[in-house]
């Protein structure tokens, strides 16, 4: 059940090679991307499938994101060693693994109380140490604030005020914005105190973020 085997490592370098096709550049977060077992985080149903580079469904109407969107959004994070990085909508923790090979410090929060709870189980199995929450994570994490990065893997319909202002000065977040949808990637560092840049990059499809700072229920 939890086997990472010689033909599962030989499907996760070609899908590594596929990804650097198609732009992914930051040798690091291919390393993480060719070491995380990505069919450990996929339903028995769905694990033929692990290897390619699609969303899948992982419950509860949710989804594992594909992992070109992974490395993508990984490698605009620019994550170094020992941040302390955020990610909002842990889903499968398949994401928060990948983080986990660039920075032992990781928080991901789940709103999904099913999810969270089958998620925190296959961490602990997984021996992977993040620290994760079950809530709203559109209001980010005040009690652990501030981050030196913060990762949104659910379409937001605008910029959530309180996770730009859990970011330290220096910091950046990776969020997908738009309507129910489409979305544009967003990368927002904070200059200063009150000064935020931000740069909009490719179209993407999420699911929604939910919550007080997201998308009403
Ligand atoms: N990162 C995940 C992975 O690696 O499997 C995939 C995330 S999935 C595309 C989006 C997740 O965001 C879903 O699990 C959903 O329940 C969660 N979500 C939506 N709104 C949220 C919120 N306000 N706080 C925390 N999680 C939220």
Not at 42 to 69: L, N, R, V
Not at 84 to 93: A, C, D, F, Y
Not at 116 to 130: D, G, S, V, Y
Request: glycine letters at 8%; one cysteine or more; a neutral charge.
């Amino acid at each position: 059940m939890h086997a990472d085997t010689y033909r599962h490592r030989g499907l996760r370098r070609a899908l590594v090679e596929e990804l650097r096709r198609k732009g992914i550049r930051d040798e690091r977060v291919l390393t993480a991307i060719g070491t995380v077992p990505r069919h450990l985080f996929f339903e028995a149903a769905f694990q033929p499938h692990a290897y390619q580079d699609k969303a899948f469904p992982i419950g509860e109407g949710q989804t594992i994101s594909q992992p070109y969107t992974v490395a993508y959004q990984t490698e605009l994070l620019q994550v170094q060693p020992g941040e302390r990085v955020l990610e909002i909508g842990t889903g499968s923790g398949y994401q928060c693994c990948v983080l986990l090979e660039l920075t032992p410090h990781v928080f991901s929060i789940e709103y999904n109380q099913v999810l969270f709870e089958r998620t925190a189980r296959r961490l602990a199995t997984l021996h992977r140490p993040a620290h994760l929450f079950c809530g709203d994570g559109s209001l980010g994490l005040p009690q652990h604030a501030p981050f030196d990065k913060i990762l949104v893997t659910a379409g937001s319909p605008a910029l959530p005020r309180p996770l730009l202002r859990q970011l330290r000065v220096g910091g950046s977040l990776v969020i997908p914005v738009g309507d129910e949808h489409t979305q544009r990637m967003v990368r927002v560092v904070r200059e200063s105190e009150e000064e935020f840049s931000r740069q909009v990059l490719e179209e993407f499809r999420f699911v929604p973020l939910l919550g007080q700072a997201g998308w009403k229920e």
